[in-house]
């Protein structure tokens, strides 16, 4: 229950999915879904290791990108599978387009996520807006 109450609480993630999937090998991702987050939590809510696990996991997939791989592109992320940390829990954003590059990638990360009893969240990332700018001051 921990990370279904932390993701609603973030102003930038839209949770699609009411649970998350707490059984991971139930990974149905349903067809609408445009991102999974594959939570650095176990099924049973224990934090998983090591530390780094969502950058190393980031850095395997990093020639899955759009156009394929380049030179230098195993120096950043692919914008289809990025680490990031959510209320203190480190997470990859997995873009559901990798599925539809690469199936044996996507097939890779979702397995590496039910082999290791991490728990997969559909949500998706909303950008960071600006503030409301001040309404102006009529003069009396």
Not at 31 to 36: D, Q, R, Y
Not at 59 to 70: E, H, K, L
Not at 83 to 98: A, S
Not at 106 to 111: G, I, K, Q
Request: aromatic share 6%; proline share 9%.
């Amino acid at each position: 229950m921990r990370s279904r109450i932390g993701l609603q609480a973030m102003d930038r993630i839209v949770v699609r999915r009411s649970t998350a999937m707490r059984d991971p090998s139930q990974t149905m991702i349903s067809p609408s879904a445009k991102e999974v987050f594959i939570q650095g939590l176990t099924s049973d809510g224990r934090t998983f290791r090591p530390s780094d696990w969502a950058e190393r996991l980031a850095g395997v997939m990093s020639s899955f990108r759009p156009g394929g791989a380049t030179p230098g592109s195993h120096l950043s992320y692919s914008p289809w599978c990025v680490p990031t940390t959510i209320n203190g829990t480190k997470c990859v954003v997995v873009h559901t387009d990798l599925k539809d590059h690469n199936v044996m990638a996507w097939d890779f990360v979702m397995n590496f996520a039910r082999d290791n009893g991490l728990q997969i969240v559909e949500a998706c990332l909303v950008p960071d807006m600006p503030p409301p700018s001040a309404p102006a001051r009529q003069a009396p």
